[in-house]
């Protein structure tokens, strides 16, 4: 079964304070992507890789840094929070290429910004 | 405009009645996968399905590609099949866009 981990489920954020997300998967997949979901928006994406090493600009990037030192490792980094990002991030993991494989998701990180 | 349009945006069934769910997307998509997310819940996929017709259980999905659409049939509804059914298209070799998916609701 294909496992994504995500690290906290739940956190509390001040204002201007720094914010880093972690994810983890062992599915060996190369591609890692971070997901906003927002009531009325859906499922956005914000920073994706395709190994590690890389990192690649989502459809919303703005505010948010992303780090993938390793295969199994994609971090999501808040520099400077605001309330805006207040939000579920959804972390899940895929095969690259024109492959029919499919995408495997986290159980999500609720970030409250206050 | 969304790549991804899925109606209807919210159904309310009966228990046992049958669901008809749909999904278009404007760009060429090389995968499609349909994901159930529970209230407050993560994103279970149910199927993956780029083309033809697949089966699983009570669901049934076809994808048209060349008209750009697919279906997810799901047959006599329970009520926890209620939560949010959301269609995704793999855009090249990386990018996933998702709709905003259909509110199910299936009471006894």
């Known amino acids: 079964e294909a496992a994504v981990t995500q690290s906290p489920r739940n956190k509390v954020a001040v204002t201007g304070g720094k914010v880093t997300l972690s994810c983890n998967q062992t599915n060996n997949h190369n591609n890692m992507y971070w997901y906003r979901q927002d009531t009325g928006h859906g499922l956005r994406l914000i920073h994706y890789s395709y190994g590690a090493g890389s990192t690649e600009k989502g459809d919303i990037p703005d505010g948010y840094k992303a780090s993938r030192p390793s295969q199994e490792n994609f971090s999501l980094i808040l520099e400077l929070a605001t309330p805006s990002q207040t939000s579920v991030y959804f972390c899940?993991?895929?095969?690259?290429?024109?492959?029919?494989?499919?995408?495997?998701f986290g159980k999500g990180t609720r970030l409250t910004v206050v | 405009g969304q790549q991804v349009q899925q109606s209807p945006s919210s159904l309310v069934l009966q228990e046992g009645e049958n669901a008809e769910l749909q999904c278009n997307f404007s760009s060429t998509a090389t995968q499609l996968q349909w994901f159930y997310q529970s209230p407050g819940g993560s994103l279970v996929s149910l199927l993956s399905?780029?083309?033809g017709t697949k089966h699983t259980g009570r669901l049934t999905s076809t994808t048209v590609t060349k008209e750009r659409r697919s279906s997810l049939h799901i047959s006599s509804s329970q009520t926890t099949d209620s939560g949010t059914y959301l269609c995704a298209i793999k855009r090249g070799n990386y990018k996933y866009v998702f709709g905003a998916g259909t509110r199910l609701k299936v009471i006894a």
């Open positions: 399905n780029p083309s």
């Open positions: 899940a993991s895929g095969d690259g290429g024109q492959s029919n494989t499919e995408v495997f």
